[in-house]
């Protein structure tokens, strides 16, 4: 395997090497929709689909399946269920969270909210898994031979399940749950088994009966049965995860023993992926929600190929955080390098680095324009964002840049995320407001008349930003550029210091900053 290729491109040669030479391959991701899904769980999502358009581009055939684990049951009540709901969401505890109350009333189930909100979002980043709802399956009775295997293997399983515990498994274990038809709840006891499809059972509510589970599916196998179970069903050859579920002793090394001893086949191929923080926006965040970043946080602040541009840049192995503060003008520069290396229009790169800059480019924007678009830097569209009317942004642009129609749709989403950005997260520094009014300043009478001699300048021309950048440095020359450009931010936006002033009075509207100047 050579060294030189991008991470990508190296797992997925992996995947063909450790699970055969084939046509076609099946990668899969997934996790139960138990509460919020966050930004770690789409690093599972976004690594599956980059590893997946690897194998396409080598020609393969490949099936991406997310499983929303619908069939798990409710454990306990989370924190974001409001006050009022708590005590009618605690009654739904042992339903499968397919069949538990949506709190908020606007979906069919509370599983179904948080798998429509994550799907949403995901398809945002132009992924498109084929979604499994897990509770279909099972209650299809899909799986009724695969359960059948595991209630005559117990012994075996229960064998690999305590070769890692500390305490082993009582006698009355089972492999499965039995959600109860009467209750839906999981508070039932088996009291016979037939060795083939049939099973006896009693509830806590007082309803008992016996059933063949290819015609009801009422049984669930547990986790560490069920993930090994579905590799088999689905014919799985590469699946990450988790810490939680990678480490020695846990899910992936007891599913890989049992899925061979219990299942007959062969493990995927899986790596740990890494964790995600955050970094900046905790006041807002934790106001609301906890600690937890939706790929919606992030989406509101970075474009959809900037965002993958930051898990295609990272090794999916490797911890990293997501910026919400100053960090963020960085990281658009960084990007927009990224596509100007694309383009073969960055300086300075040795091949080696051109090459993977381009690849990485190549998984973040899946849909490149034919020639470099506009690189609006962050730092101007916050500006503009912050001081012009939203009806006016794309021509305070267009009076800094040149904007062709196919930048258009972009240059608003930048401009859109940049006002979003200045209003929950930026620092202080970059917060500004336009004064209506001259403040009541002290200036010295040089200055003033020089600031005046600007605004008239301002009302009279329509100057072109480097005639009025011309103006702007004549003028501060004449009375002191120190003291002259001090007074024009006090007077402006009543700061000490600001952005280049040029840009910034043709972002914040000549006639305005004109008008102000002249009045001082
Ligand atoms: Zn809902
Ligand atoms: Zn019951």
Known sequence: MSSELFWADQEAERVISKRDDKDSYVCAAGITPSGPKHIGNFREIITVDLIVRALKEKGKSVRFIYSWDSYDRFRKVPAEVPGNKRSLMKEEIGKPVCDVVDPWGCHESWAEHWMTRLEQEVAQTGIKPEYMRQHEFYRDCVYADAI????????????????????????KWQPIFLYCEKCLKDSTRITGYDGDYGLAYECDCGYSDAIDFREKGLVKLKWRVDWPMRWAYHGVDFEPAGKEHMVEGSSRTTGVEIVKEVFGEQPPYGFMYGLIGRKGGAGKMSASKGNVVFVSDALEVYLPEVLRYLFVGNRPTADFTISFDEDVLKIYDDFYRCEAAYYDKAEGLSDKRAANLKRIYELSNLDPPGSMPLQLSFRTAALIAQTADKKKWVNRVKKLEKVSEGDEPRVKSLLERAAKWVGDYAPEKYRLVVNETVPSLKIDSKVKKALRALGDYLLKEKPSLDSLNKKVFELAK????????????????????????????????????GGLLKSV
């Not at 059948?148 to 075996?156: C, G, Q, T, W």
């Not at 064998?159 to 500390?166: A, C, E, I």
């Open 148 to 171: 059948k295997k595991a209630l005559n293997k117990i012994d075996e399983i229960k064998r690999v399940l305590n070769k890692y515990r500390s305490k082993p498994l009582s006698d």
């Open 478 to 513: 004449s009375v002191g550029v120190k003291k002259f450009f001090k007074a024009a931010y006090q007077v402006i936006l009543s700061k000490s210091q600001g952005p280049k002033l040029a840009p910034f009075i043709i972002s914040a509207g000549r006639k305005r900053v």
